[in-house]
């Protein structure tokens, strides 16, 4: 079989998402498990793989989407516990006098904070703890998912202590031993690279995250309210993205994201407080009030202002759970410190199931969401709830857990059977593999603007830029030698689009959204999310290609000329933006009310 109708088949999967989840907008319950059946029909007949695999890797799937409902179990009972307890209501106080103005909020929360959790723990944790506290704080929940899945990409790449690039990129360049003996100091090399490009294209991530926000969920659909904030945004991108490049570049991959975002969250949050760069309080933007939302953007989890039974409760006591959180979640994945040995100590495993190589396990300790749980239970003790408050968390939470459940057990099985077609009696590669050649083949040496897209294709399918970057990494360095060009910025833009690809991860929006009670309106999600994806891949591709064609083609190279293009847009859009006005307005002496 050609290598183009090969390509084609492997994409059936995707397209049938793309149809059915984000064309008609049906639900991932719905449009999932039709994808799973096409995964299985190419696996068997085409691929010609044996049902054992085939069942092993469903098998797989179901294991993983039960880590990824135990972790969306955990944070929303920590935002339940949060509601019940009258912390959510403080430290919606707390953010008001910051600054009322949504898009600042968001862009604290969502980049900054978001940033610092995914350095930390990575693989969706940011959304399960962002997304629901921009809910607490009174946003739709469509838009606190949207906001969420956006900044799932610049920090990615570095998320979970450099996971993506120390385990990702290593462990698939590993696979040939003939690239070289020091795959340590090569894969550091990369990851400066990576922190480069992500730096440059990344730079304009949080004020996508306003204008989306005031375009789909303001009340005059502007992009341009979202704009008006340009300063404050590229401030709050270079306080997270200029310490995010020193550190890769000066100690490696394990903490650009984390240290990045905690500098970020420093030097933003204190100008804010001084009124740096702060909109005028007469054009503060609020989203309208909550009976006026479009139902789409709303969730069955329903954020109550309560109050602390003794009335009042301090900040720091409010923003203990969320302290704890990062904390936790830092000297849990440091493998300098002894408790990271001691929780991936207790190992479920189900190896070799039905007589494959196939193998399932979990480490339920090292799960984020068992420390959301314990964090849960230590806010019961500190805030000080009563036992029945308690019992409403803990029952709410099994309740929204369980709705997400039906999207997930077919997601990611579908993934494990794409992910686990190759060994087959026809001697096809697996199918992620057999995509990537036919792209490679119809490019030649355009191949670098191209790049990016695999990796985003590889994130969208698995899930995870770890998964992506082990998948693709030794075909796009193999390609890059083969064109003659530098193969380690070839890689360098494998892990920048997997990075990128998280934005529009089917399963990495079911979980967000299931964190919120929004079921069901994955589809939505991506329409929008698709938006920023695809700028960052293109972005980041003709940034790759002038890179690395610009000693042999000149300054005046396809990439350089669509990359100017893009840069010259985005001025010429804030330019012509930025004076406008239409803005939803706060009165000065009234706070904005929270969503009831």
């Known amino acids: 079989m050609s290598t183009g109708l090969l390509a084609v088949l492997s994409l059936l999967p995707i397209i049938v998402v793309g149809i059915f989840l984000v064309g008609l907008r049906w639900p991932a319950s719905k449009a999932m498990p039709i994808s799973y059946i096409v995964a299985v029909l190419l696996a068997l007949f085409v691929w010609?793989?044996?049902?054992?695999?085939?069942?092993?890797?469903?098998?797989?799937?179901?294991?993983?989407?039960?880590?990824?409902?135990y972790i969306i179990f955990?944070?929303?009972?920590?935002?339940?516990?949060?509601?019940?307890?009258?912390?959510?209501?403080?430290?919606?106080?707390?953010?008001?006098?910051?600054?009322?103005?949504?898009?600042v909020q968001v862009i604290i929360i969502a980049w900054l904070f978001g940033s610092f959790i995914e350095g930390s723990a990575g693989f969706g944790t940011p959304a399960a703890v962002a997304v629901p506290l921009l809910v607490g704080l009174g946003f739709p929940a469509m838009a606190a998912v949207v906001a969420g899945m956006v900044i799932q990409s610049t920090p990615v790449s570095f998320g979970a202590v450099g996971t993506p690039i120390l385990v990702g990129v290593q462990s698939g360049l590993s696979a040939d031993n003939g690239i070289t003996d020091n795959f340590l100091t090569l894969v550091t090399n990369i990851g400066g690279q990576v922190a480069i490009l992500h730096a440059i294209v990344g730079t304009l991530v949080p004020l996508f995250v306003?204008?989306?926000?005031?375009?789909?969920?303001?009340?005059?659909?502007?992009?341009?309210?979202?704009?008006?904030?340009?300063?404050f945004a590229l401030f709050a991108a270079f306080s997270m993205t200029i310490p995010y490049v020193i550190v890769a570049n000066v100690l490696?991959?394990?903490?650009?994201?984390?240290?990045?975002?905690?500098?970020?969250?420093?030097?933003?949050?204190?100008?804010?407080?001084?009124?740096?760069?702060?909109?005028?309080?007469?054009?503060?933007?609020?989203?309208?009030?909550?009976?006026?939302?479009?139902?789409?953007?709303?969730?069955?989890i329903e954020i109550k202002d309560i109050a602390h039974k003794s009335g009042n409760m301090s900040m720091v006591r409010a923003w203990t759970p969320y302290i704890l959180v990062g904390l936790f979640l830092v000297i849990t994945r440091l493998?300098?410190?002894?408790?990271?040995?001691?929780?991936?100590?207790?190992?479920?495993?189900?190896?070799?199931m039905f007589g494959t190589e196939i193998s399932a396990s979990f480490q339920p300790l090292y799960l984020p969401g068992t420390i959301f749980i314990v964090v849960s239970l230590i806010t019961f003790a500190i805030h000080q709830m009563d036992v029945g408050s308690y019992k409403r968390a803990w029952a709410h939470s099994g309740k929204t857990m369980i709705a997400a459940s039906t999207a997930l057990v077919f997601t990611v099985p579908m993934v494990?059977?794409?992910?686990?077609?190759?060994?087959?009696?026809?001697?096809?590669?697996?199918?992620?593999?057999?995509?990537?050649?036919?792209?490679?083949?119809?490019?030649?040496?355009?191949?670098?603007?191209f790049a990016p897209f695999i990796g985003g294709i590889g994130a969208f399918i698995a899930g995870s830029n770890t998964v992506s970057n082990m998948m693709f990494s030794l075909f796009q360095y193999d390609v890059g030698s083969q064109i003659g060009v530098n193969p380690t910025w070839i890689v360098a833009l494998q892990a920048v689009g997997g990075a990128a690809g998280n934005m529009i991860c089917v399963h990495n929006v079911v979980a967000a959204s299931a964190v919120v009670g929004m079921v069901g309106k994955?589809?939505?999600?991506?329409?929008?999310?698709?938006?920023?994806?695809?700028?960052?891949?293109?972005?980041?591709?003709?940034?790759?290609?002038?890179?690395?064609?610009?000693?042999?083609?000149?300054?005046?190279?396809?990439?350089?000329?669509?990359f100017t293009v893009i840069a010259a847009l985005a001025v010429y859009i804030i330019v012509s933006n930025k004076n406008k006005t239409g803005l939803v307005q706060v009165s000065n002496d009234k706070p904005i009310k929270p969503a009831q």
């Open 48 to 69: 010609k793989i044996p049902g054992a695999t085939v069942a092993a890797a469903s098998v797989n799937g179901l294991v993983v989407a039960a880590t990824l409902l």
């Open 522 to 562: 994955e589809g939505d999600v991506i329409r929008k999310t698709i938006i920023p994806f695809l700028y960052y891949a293109t972005a980041a591709g003709a940034l790759g290609y002038s890179i690395v064609w610009t000693a042999e083609k000149g300054v005046l190279n396809l990439g350089t000329v669509i």
């Open 335 to 352: 493998e300098a410190l002894p408790l990271l040995d001691l929780l991936k100590s207790w190992t479920v495993s189900i190896p070799n």
């Open 210 to 231: 306003v204008a989306l926000m005031t375009r789909f969920f303001g009340k005059n659909k502007s992009f341009r309210e979202g704009i008006k904030v340009w300063k």
């Open 416 to 449: 494990q059977v794409f992910l686990n077609s190759g060994g087959g009696a026809a001697g096809y590669a697996q199918m992620p593999i057999e995509l990537a050649n036919g792209v490679a083949a119809l490019t030649g040496d355009i191949w670098p603007i």
């Open 74 to 103: 955990g944070a929303i009972l920590l935002l339940n516990t949060l509601q019940e307890s009258g912390g959510i209501k403080t430290i919606r106080q707390g953010f008001t006098g910051i600054s009322p103005d949504r898009r």
């Open 252 to 300: 490696g991959p394990e903490f650009p994201s984390m240290i990045g975002g905690l500098v970020g969250l420093a030097i933003v949050v204190t100008a804010a407080k001084k009124g740096f760069l702060m909109p005028p309080k007469e054009e503060h933007w609020d989203f309208e009030e909550k009976s006026k939302w479009d139902p789409s953007w709303t969730g069955t």
